[in-house]
């Protein structure tokens, strides 16, 4: 989809469109599969702004439009700063207790954006950053087969049931 690889706080959000080519009757769950690498941001408290520490930032991927957003995020950076942390993650998007029934004709729109964690006392000074190596949208769910594919299935079933008689 031409999603970016790299994200900080000055790359302003990516979103796509999507048609996945089928259509399901149910949709059980749906995950953001991601890899790759955060650099943790650098913050201050208020109370002590000459003694910075890191602190983890994140990547947010959102289904849908505002409102109806489900979400799923990776959050890190800050056990390993000033180095990388790498992450590998299958990260399930929350949606409470609405349904993906706007999914069902396998068409969507995805926004991937970078977050930092809002500190009332206190505020980043420096953002991380974070690399993406590769991204996957999966959805768990039963596909509609279509009708060239399910006249395809019965005729092969014919055959195969012809063919144990003879």
């Not at 957003?69 to 399930?92: H, K, M």
């Not at 500190?119 to 190596?133: D, K, Q, V």
Request: hydrophobic fraction near 35%.
């Amino acid at each position: 989809m031409g999603c970016p690889n790299h994200f900080d706080r000055d790359i302003s959000p990516w979103s796509s469109t999507f048609d996945l080519g089928v259509i399901f009757s149910e949709i059980h769950h749906v995950y953001m599969d991601w890899s790759g690498e955060i650099t943790s941001g650098l913050a201050i408290r208020y109370s002590n702004p000459d003694e910075p520490f890191p602190k983890d930032v994140g990547l947010s991927s959102y289904l849908g439009e505002p409102f109806n957003w489900r979400y799923a995020d990776i959050w890190g950076g800050e056990t390993f700063y000033p180095n990388t942390e790498s992450f590998n993650e299958l990260v399930e998007f929350i949606h409470g207790s609405m349904s993906w029934s706007e999914l069902y004709d396998g068409q969507g729109k995805i926004i991937i954006d970078y977050e930092e964690y809002i500190m009332i006392s206190g505020e980043y000074i420096e953002g991380g950053t974070i690399y993406l190596n590769e991204i996957y949208l999966v959805i768990d769910g039963d596909i509609i087969p279509e009708p060239t594919s399910l006249l395809l299935i019965i005729m092969c079933g014919g055959i195969l049931r012809y063919k144990t008689r003879t």
